[in-house]
């Protein structure tokens, strides 16, 4: 697999100089792309192609991009190897050329695809959970590779796009990770131009669900602390902590995280600039509810999420909306403003979750909860037990989320369990 150059179909020159282990073809991959894990003398070796011109056959998904756009995309994968050399990126060989397009030659990386279709994601056997339960200290170590390899592709100008946990391959044996399908990836910042891009809505920032909103280095800030959040405390089942584990301290926002993108303490944040708060030299513990209640008052993040048999539920943007709906001041994409009596909130609303932070007063909470309540989503506070807005909520719950449940009917309910926690 190391001339430059081929006059043939890539899938029979694939074949007749090693052994296909596995292929992933038109009717398993949404892309288009067609894929071969062969062996070639021993070495494990993954050949890319952009797959056929022709139409896609009975019973296959019609992929988003033409063979031309499949083109495109992995000449911008061969451009984002070369300019990377990280360990988690498996090493780019060789680029094949043929008249069917490039075939991306790369070192087969080891592991198994964190992710799983959804019906599975509650099986114990799956990657999925498999990742999730890995111990902390292992666990942390895969989030470290990854952080640093984004460190690395943004000193090299790049911007997450499509980053979720079917580009997570981990070798279970010994919690190594590899990254890969980073074929959508921009380099520099740019300007949603899809409406919905393309991702699943678990990680997504805001904005790249907001055509016309600029997509940059914030927005892999995003999706990484989604990605972190959700495997790290969150949809997967984890083991209940035990009782005498401390619990992390909560945090909040000091003068720093409300400047956001404006450098205005009174302006509200864009688009993706929210997100699970990183503490900083600004930052302070959490204070009493007298404090929490003043206009104006820090900010926390809260974060709304249903769940159904362990896993993410769909939905319940629509019903949340027809609470909080009347109460927008103002609307950016996926980010509200919303007033309601003695204070206010900032949201981050999702199709099917919902994060609240630099809420102030007391009427603001109120709203939440009721919203949840009539989405039939749980309420997680950042370092706090779940709060059920449901009593019939606990029986679709993650085990770890278990560990301490409460049940909220008021905003006042819900601000004694952040408070007191």
Request: glycine fraction near 10%.
């Amino acid at each position: 697999m190391t001339v430059r150059a081929i006059d043939e179909d890539p899938g029979g020159y694939v074949r007749r100089h090693g052994t296909v282990l596995a292929e992933f073809g038109h009717l398993t991959q949404e892309s288009g792309n067609v894929s071969w894990l062969v062996d070639v003398g021993g070495t494990r070796l993954f050949v890319k192609t952009a797959g056929s011109t022709d139409a896609p056959v009975p019973g296959a998904p019609t992929p988003y991009f033409d063979h031309a756009g499949r083109v495109r995309l992995l000449r911008n994968a061969v451009e984002l190897a070369s300019s990377c050399a990280h360990p988690a990126l498996p090493r780019l060989l060789n680029v094949i050329e043929s008249p069917y397009g490039p075939a991306l030659v790369y070192e087969a990386a080891r592991g198994e695809l964190v992710h799983v279709p959804r019906e599975r994601r509650g099986d114990p056997a799956s990657a999925y959970q498999r990742f999730g339960h890995l111990q902390a200290d292992r666990l942390l170590g895969v989030f470290d590779v990854l952080v640093d390899l984004h460190v690395d592709l943004a000193a090299a100008g790049w911007v997450a796009c499509d980053l979720y946990d079917g580009c997570l391959l981990v070798d279970f044996a010994t919690a190594s990770l590899s990254v890969v399908d980073l074929d959508t990836y921009r380099r520099g910042p740019s300007v949603n131009d899809m409406g919905r891009m393309f991702g699943a809505s678990r990680f997504m920032a805001p904005e790249e669900l907001e055509l016309g909103a600029p997509i940059d280095e914030r927005t892999t800030v995003f999706t990484l602390g989604r990605l972190v959040w959700h495997f790290g405390t969150g949809s997967p089942s984890r083991p209940s902590a035990s009782a005498d584990r401390p619990r992390s301290p909560r945090w909040c926002g000091g003068p720093a995280d409300r400047r956001r993108r404006t450098g205005s303490p009174a302006s509200p944040p864009s688009p993706g600039s929210g997100g699970p708060h990183v503490p900083s030299a600004d930052d302070r513990p959490c204070p009493g509810p007298d404090q929490l209640w003043q206009p104006g008052g820090v900010s926390f993040d809260v974060f709304f999420q249903g769940f159904v048999a362990g896993g993410a539920a769909e939905g319940g943007s629509a019903e949340m909306l027809a609470v909080l709906g009347p109460h927008v001041t103002e609307r950016d994409g996926t980010f509200l403003r919303v007033r309601v009596g003695d204070g206010e909130a900032y949201i981050y609303l999702s199709s099917d979750s919902m994060m609240a932070n630099h809420v102030s007063g007391r009427d603001p909470w109120d709203a939440l909860v009721e919203g949840a309540r009539a989405a039939n989503w749980v309420i997680l506070p950042i370092g706090c037990p779940t709060c059920l807005t449901r009593p019939d909520q606990r029986d679709e719950l993650p085990v770890e989320l278990l560990d301490e449940v409460v049940l909220v009917s008021s905003g006042a309910e819900l601000l004694t369990v952040i408070v007191t926690s």
